[in-house]
């Protein structure tokens, strides 16, 4: 098949039409707690439990999950933005959980308060694949949290339910 390359730009402008749900995925080693938002998630399979997060090879979350062989994704319920955007920035770990509610899984992982559940795994695949790392991760443990609409996001931006779930998506014209 001979096809013009894909301008990157045109491709992440067809994928912010993709919408998603909103996660942070969390790891703990050696004392020490790591994570970030990611919405590159999905289930794998049933029969395990298995799930699959794609993360850049660089960010500072992957050597945490490398060495603990565990991590958690803690789904975002419409209310908890900011903790999206907090997760989502480029600051040491620290700063990161400072002041975050927290309760914690197996093996000392970090799991946020007030979600709509926590999911966690056991790494059971790592494949480097482009610029990011696919995790499949078999799940060992399962929290159900609060019953209330999830953050979303979809053309670049951020949609929040209100608590009836009604949804406002942004306007057309963007990417
Ligand atoms: C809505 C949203 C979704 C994101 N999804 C991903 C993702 O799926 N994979 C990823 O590697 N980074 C994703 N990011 C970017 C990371 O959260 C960001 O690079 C973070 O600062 C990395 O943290 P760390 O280096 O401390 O691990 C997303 C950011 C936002 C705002």
Wanted: charged share 20%; aromatic share 6%.
């Amino acid at each position: 098949m001979s096809e013009p390359p894909i301008d990157p730009g045109a491709f992440r402008g067809l994928m912010a039409r993709w919408a998603t749900g909103v996660t942070v995925v969390t790891a703990h080693h050696a004392g020490r707690d790591a994570g970030l938002t990611v919405n590159a998630f999905l289930s794998v399979s049933l029969r395990p439990p298995s799930v699959l997060v794609s993360l850049m090879h660089d960010v500072d979350t992957l050597p945490v999950i490398a060495a603990s062989g565990t991590f958690a994704v803690n789904v975002l319920a419409a209310d908890q933005r900011a903790l999206s955007e907090r997760f989502a920035r480029t600051v040491a770990s620290e700063e990161k959980f400072r002041g975050v509610g927290v309760h914690r899984g197996p093996d000392r992982l970090p799991l946020l308060d007030g979600t709509l559940g926590a999911i966690v795994c056991r790494t059971a695949a790592t494949v480097p694949q482009f610029d990011h790392r696919l995790l499949v991760g078999e799940v060992v443990r399962q929290e159900l949290g609060r019953e209330a609409p999830p953050l979303l996001f979809y053309r670049s931006s951020y949609v929040e339910p209100d608590p009836d779930g009604r949804v406002t998506l942004p306007r057309s014209g963007r990417p």
